[in-house]
Protein backbone atom coordinates (compact mmCIF):
# COMPACT_ATOMS: atom_id res chain seq x y z
CA UNK A 1 0.00 0.00 0.00
CA UNK A 2 2.96 2.57 0.86
CA UNK A 3 5.33 1.49 -1.37
CA UNK A 4 4.22 4.00 -4.26
CA UNK A 5 4.20 6.67 -1.86
CA UNK A 6 7.91 5.42 -0.34
CA UNK A 7 9.37 4.87 -3.81
CA UNK A 8 8.63 8.54 -4.85
CA UNK A 9 10.28 9.68 -1.56
CA UNK A 10 13.98 7.38 -1.73
CA UNK A 11 14.50 7.02 -5.25
CA UNK A 12 16.17 10.16 -5.93
CA UNK A 13 18.91 9.33 -2.79
CA UNK A 14 18.96 5.62 -4.00
CA UNK A 15 19.97 6.77 -7.70
CA UNK A 16 22.50 9.14 -6.33
CA UNK A 17 23.85 5.76 -4.31
CA UNK A 18 23.83 4.11 -7.16
CA UNK A 19 25.59 6.24 -9.40
CA UNK A 20 28.97 5.60 -8.21
CA UNK A 21 28.61 1.97 -7.40
CA UNK A 22 27.79 0.92 -10.92
CA UNK A 23 31.05 3.26 -11.95
CA UNK A 24 33.13 1.21 -9.51
CA UNK A 25 31.96 -2.46 -11.75
CA UNK A 26 29.57 -3.32 -8.91
CA UNK A 27 26.90 -5.21 -10.32
CA UNK A 28 23.16 -5.39 -9.28
CA UNK A 29 23.15 -9.20 -8.74
CA UNK A 30 25.65 -8.54 -6.00
CA UNK A 31 23.73 -5.95 -4.77
CA UNK A 32 20.58 -8.67 -4.73
CA UNK A 33 22.90 -10.91 -2.84
CA UNK A 34 24.48 -8.52 -0.23
CA UNK A 35 20.99 -8.00 0.65
CA UNK A 36 20.19 -11.40 1.39
CA UNK A 37 23.31 -12.44 3.05
CA UNK A 38 22.25 -8.84 5.47
CA UNK A 39 19.07 -10.42 5.57
CA UNK A 40 19.57 -13.87 6.51
CA UNK A 41 22.70 -12.35 9.58
CA UNK A 42 19.60 -9.90 10.88
CA UNK A 43 17.41 -13.27 11.07
CA UNK A 44 20.31 -14.83 12.87
CA UNK A 45 20.31 -11.94 15.19
CA UNK A 46 16.99 -12.38 15.70
CA UNK A 47 17.33 -15.68 16.37
CA UNK A 48 20.14 -14.63 19.50
CA UNK A 49 18.01 -12.29 20.75
CA UNK A 50 20.30 -8.95 19.65
CA UNK A 51 17.22 -6.90 18.09
CA UNK A 52 19.02 -3.32 17.83
CA UNK A 53 21.83 -5.51 15.82
CA UNK A 54 18.68 -7.25 13.87
CA UNK A 55 17.24 -4.02 13.01
CA UNK A 56 20.24 -2.40 11.64
CA UNK A 57 20.84 -5.26 9.35
CA UNK A 58 17.09 -5.51 8.22
CA UNK A 59 17.25 -1.79 7.00
CA UNK A 60 20.66 -1.95 5.42
CA UNK A 61 19.47 -5.53 3.73
CA UNK A 62 16.52 -3.67 2.38
CA UNK A 63 18.44 -0.70 1.60
CA UNK A 64 20.04 -3.06 -0.77
CA UNK A 65 16.63 -4.14 -1.80
CA UNK A 66 16.46 -0.57 -3.15
CA UNK A 67 19.83 -0.23 -4.58
CA UNK A 68 19.68 -3.12 -6.83
CA UNK A 69 17.40 -2.10 -8.96
CA UNK A 70 18.69 1.92 -9.42
CA UNK A 71 21.99 -0.71 -10.63
CA UNK A 72 20.27 -2.64 -12.73
CA UNK A 73 18.74 0.51 -14.34
CA UNK A 74 21.99 2.07 -15.17
CA UNK A 75 23.89 -1.51 -16.03
CA UNK A 76 20.60 -2.61 -17.88
CA UNK A 77 18.08 -4.53 -16.29
CA UNK A 78 18.43 -8.38 -16.81
CA UNK A 79 15.92 -11.72 -16.47
CA UNK A 80 18.09 -13.07 -14.52
CA UNK A 81 18.28 -9.88 -12.18
CA UNK A 82 14.40 -9.93 -11.78
CA UNK A 83 14.27 -13.00 -10.80
CA UNK A 84 16.55 -13.40 -8.48
CA UNK A 85 15.28 -9.90 -6.74
CA UNK A 86 12.04 -11.90 -6.11
CA UNK A 87 13.35 -14.96 -5.42
CA UNK A 88 16.45 -13.53 -2.51
CA UNK A 89 13.10 -11.60 -1.13
CA UNK A 90 10.81 -13.84 -0.01
CA UNK A 91 13.78 -15.28 1.33
CA UNK A 92 14.30 -12.87 3.39
CA UNK A 93 10.67 -12.38 4.05
CA UNK A 94 10.72 -16.23 5.39
CA UNK A 95 14.17 -15.90 7.61
CA UNK A 96 12.75 -13.15 9.80
CA UNK A 97 9.87 -14.17 11.12
CA UNK A 98 11.73 -18.19 11.10
CA UNK A 99 13.88 -16.24 13.38
CA UNK A 100 11.75 -15.24 15.97
CA UNK A 101 10.58 -18.58 16.10
CA UNK A 102 13.99 -20.09 16.51
CA UNK A 103 14.55 -17.15 19.68
CA UNK A 104 11.28 -18.54 21.65
CA UNK A 105 9.79 -21.62 20.16
CA UNK A 106 6.96 -21.66 23.05
CA UNK A 107 5.85 -18.30 22.43
CA UNK A 108 6.19 -18.07 19.20
CA UNK A 109 6.11 -21.07 17.41
CA UNK A 110 2.10 -21.16 16.26
CA UNK A 111 2.16 -17.53 15.54
CA UNK A 112 5.35 -17.59 12.96
CA UNK A 113 4.11 -20.62 11.35
CA UNK A 114 0.90 -18.70 10.61
CA UNK A 115 2.26 -15.62 9.48
CA UNK A 116 5.05 -17.95 6.93
CA UNK A 117 2.02 -19.80 5.47
CA UNK A 118 0.16 -16.18 4.62
CA UNK A 119 3.17 -14.94 3.21
CA UNK A 120 3.50 -18.50 1.17
CA UNK A 121 0.01 -18.21 -0.37
CA UNK A 122 0.20 -14.77 -0.83
CA UNK A 123 3.59 -15.30 -3.10
CA UNK A 124 2.03 -17.82 -4.82
CA UNK A 125 -1.21 -15.43 -5.51
CA UNK A 126 1.34 -12.71 -6.48
CA UNK A 127 3.72 -15.04 -8.57
CA UNK A 128 0.46 -16.83 -10.79
CA UNK A 129 -0.82 -12.79 -10.93
CA UNK A 130 2.57 -11.78 -12.71
CA UNK A 131 2.59 -14.96 -15.35
CA UNK A 132 -0.83 -14.57 -16.02
CA UNK A 133 -0.59 -10.61 -17.07
CA UNK A 134 2.45 -11.94 -18.63
CA UNK A 135 0.79 -13.97 -20.69
CA UNK A 136 -1.73 -11.62 -21.46
CA UNK A 137 0.83 -9.22 -22.36
CA UNK A 138 -0.70 -6.92 -19.28
CA UNK A 139 1.61 -3.71 -18.41
CA UNK A 140 1.74 -1.47 -15.30
CA UNK A 141 4.57 1.02 -13.22
CA UNK A 142 2.33 1.41 -10.50
CA UNK A 143 5.54 0.32 -8.67
CA UNK A 144 7.99 1.79 -10.91
CA UNK A 145 9.87 0.03 -13.48
CA UNK A 146 10.20 -3.83 -12.78
CA UNK A 147 10.53 -6.88 -14.06
CA UNK A 148 7.83 -8.14 -14.25
CA UNK A 149 3.98 -7.29 -13.75
CA UNK A 150 3.25 -6.49 -9.47
CA UNK A 151 -0.09 -6.17 -8.47
CA UNK A 152 -0.32 -3.59 -5.70
CA UNK A 153 -2.08 -4.82 -2.15
CA UNK A 154 -2.24 -3.62 1.28
CA UNK A 155 0.50 -5.78 2.72
CA UNK A 156 3.70 -4.85 0.51
CA UNK A 157 7.46 -4.76 0.99
CA UNK A 158 6.93 -1.39 3.23
CA UNK A 159 4.59 -2.68 5.48
CA UNK A 160 6.39 -5.31 5.87
CA UNK A 161 9.85 -3.63 6.84
CA UNK A 162 7.45 -1.66 9.43
CA UNK A 163 6.22 -4.84 10.87
CA UNK A 164 9.92 -6.41 11.33
CA UNK A 165 10.96 -3.54 12.56
CA UNK A 166 8.19 -3.16 15.18
CA UNK A 167 9.28 -7.05 16.27
CA UNK A 168 12.39 -6.40 16.91
CA UNK A 169 11.46 -3.10 19.02
CA UNK A 170 8.44 -5.49 20.95
CA UNK A 171 9.95 -9.11 20.88
CA UNK A 172 7.37 -9.79 23.34
CA UNK A 173 4.52 -8.52 21.27
CA UNK A 174 5.60 -11.29 18.15
CA UNK A 175 2.23 -13.26 18.75
CA UNK A 176 0.31 -10.27 18.09
CA UNK A 177 1.87 -8.86 15.89
CA UNK A 178 2.69 -11.71 13.34
CA UNK A 179 -1.48 -13.36 13.37
CA UNK A 180 -2.34 -9.33 12.90
CA UNK A 181 -0.06 -9.03 9.89
CA UNK A 182 -1.06 -12.50 8.61
CA UNK A 183 -4.69 -11.52 8.68
CA UNK A 184 -3.51 -8.41 6.65
CA UNK A 185 -1.31 -10.70 4.47
CA UNK A 186 -4.43 -12.78 4.05
CA UNK A 187 -6.60 -9.96 2.94
CA UNK A 188 -4.08 -8.66 0.29
CA UNK A 189 -3.99 -12.25 -1.17
CA UNK A 190 -7.96 -12.52 -1.39
CA UNK A 191 -8.12 -8.99 -2.78
CA UNK A 192 -5.40 -10.61 -5.08
CA UNK A 193 -7.84 -13.39 -5.93
CA UNK A 194 -11.27 -11.59 -6.76
CA UNK A 195 -9.12 -9.15 -8.93
CA UNK A 196 -7.83 -12.40 -10.65
CA UNK A 197 -11.28 -13.44 -11.29
CA UNK A 198 -12.43 -10.23 -12.82
CA UNK A 199 -9.53 -9.88 -14.56
CA UNK A 200 -8.66 -13.27 -16.26
CA UNK A 201 -12.07 -14.91 -16.78
Known sequence: MLDGWARRKIDPGLE??????????????AI??????LGLAAA??????????????????????????????IHGKTDLGGYLDIVLDFAFYGAVPL???????????IAGATLLLAFYVN???FLTYAVMA??????????????????TGLAEASETLAVFVLM??????????????????????????????????
Open 134 to 151: EKRRMKTDARGEKSLFFT
Open 168 to 201: CLFPAWFPVLAYAFAAVTAYTTVSRIVLAAKRFR
Open 123 to 125: GAS
Open 44 to 73: GAVALGAFWLAIGLILVSRLCDGLDGAVAR
Open 99 to 109: GFVIFDPAANA
Open 16 to 29: AIAAPLAGAGIGAN
Open 32 to 37: TLAGLL
